[in-house]
C-alpha cells in the first residue's frame, strides 16, 4: 500500500530564505506526482506535476524534483516571502487498481516571518 | 470562470441526521472526487466517479453515499451512520486521464452539534 511521508511537519524561516519541503512515497509505480499548497480553511491549489518520465519542473520561484527509484521529492521555494506562508501538499497518483487516485501526504505547514 | 463550486461553506448537523453537500463542475471533467481532511492529516479519499452513472468507493466510504447522474454534478450524503462525520470535505475533478491534474473546490466544513 502506497504510504507518502512528509518532512518536516512545520517549518518558519525569515523572509527571503531559500527552502526545500521533502516527500517521499514507498512505492514507484506512479503516475505522477504533485504539489499542492493549501491556505486556512480553503481548497488545495495545484503548483506543479511532475510526470513520472520527467526529473523536475518549475514555475516562477518554485522548483520541483522527482528520484522515482529512490522515492523522493523535493519543492524548493527560492527567496521565500510572508505570502508564501500555508500549508504544502504531496500527493502521488498510482497505477494499478486505483485508476490514477492521488494519495496524500500529512503536509508541511509553512511560516515565513516578516 | 471555469471551476468547482461547492456549498454550503458551513454546514451544521445534529446527530442523527443525513445531510448534502453540493458539489459542481463546469470544467467537462469526466472524473469527480470526494475527500475528508482532518486536522494535521493529509486528504483521504470517500468516493469517486470515472463517469455519468458510475461510482467507486474510497478508502473511507462507510457512512457515505454518492450519485453522479450528471457530468456536471457530485453530491455527497452524510449519512447518521457516520459516527464521526464533522471535517472538511473537499470536492476535486479531473479531467479523465490518469496523467492530469486534479482540480478542488473551495471545501465545506461540516460540524455536528
Known amino acids: 500500500k502506497q504510504e507518502v511521508t512528509q518532512i518536516p511537519a512545520a517549518l518558519s524561516v525569515p523572509e527571503g530564505e531559500n527552502l526545500v519541503l521533502n516527500c517521499s512515497f514507498t512505492?514507484?509505480?506512479?503516475?505522477?506526482l504533485q504539489w499542492f499548497r493549501q491556505d486556512p480553511g480553503k481548497g488545495l491549489t495545484s503548483l506543479l506535476l511532475?510526470?513520472?518520465?520527467?526529473r523536475e519542473q518549475t514555475s516562477g520561484r518554485l522548483n520541483a524534483s522527482l528520484d522515482k527509484s529512490s522515492g523522493r521529492s523535493t519543492l524548493y521555494i527560492a527567496a521565500s516571502q510572508p505570502g508564501d506562508s500555508a500549508t504544502y501538499l504531496c500527493?502521488?497518483?498510482?497505477?494499478?487498481?486505483?485508476?490514477?487516485?492521488?494519495?496524500f501526504g500529512k503536509g508541511t505547514k509553512l511560516s515565513v516571518k516578516p | 470562470d471555469g471551476g468547482i463550486t461547492q456549498s454550503p461553506k458551513y454546514l451544521f448537523r445534529k446527530e442523527g441526521q443525513n445531510v448534502t453537500l453540493s458539489c459542481e463542475q463546469n470544467?467537462?471533467?469526466?472524473?469527480m472526487y470526494w475527500y475528508r481532511q482532518d486536522p494535521g492529516q493529509g486528504l483521504r479519499l470517500i468516493y469517486y466517479?470515472?463517469?455519468?452513472?458510475?461510482?467507486q468507493k474510497g478508502d473511507i466510504a462507510e457512512g457515505y453515499s454518492v450519485s453522479r447522474e450528471k457530468k456536471e454534478s457530485f453530491p455527497l450524503t452524510v449519512t447518521s451512520a457516520q459516527k464521526n462525520p464533522t471535517a472538511f470535505y473537499l470536492c476535486?475533478?479531473?479531467?479523465?486521464?490518469?496523467?492530469?491534474?486534479?482540480?478542488f473546490g473551495p471545501g465545506t466544513r461540516l460540524t455536528v452539534l
Open positions: 476535486a475533478s479531473r479531467k479523465g486521464i490518469s496523467t492530469d491534474t486534479q482540480y
Open positions: 512505492d514507484s509505480a506512479i503516475y505522477n
Open positions: 511532475i510526470q513520472s518520465s520527467q
Open positions: 500527493a502521488v497518483a498510482n497505477y494499478g487498481g486505483s485508476q490514477g487516485n492521488l494519495i
Open positions: 470544467l467537462n471533467h469526466d472524473a
Open positions: 466517479s470515472q463517469i455519468v452513472n458510475d461510482f
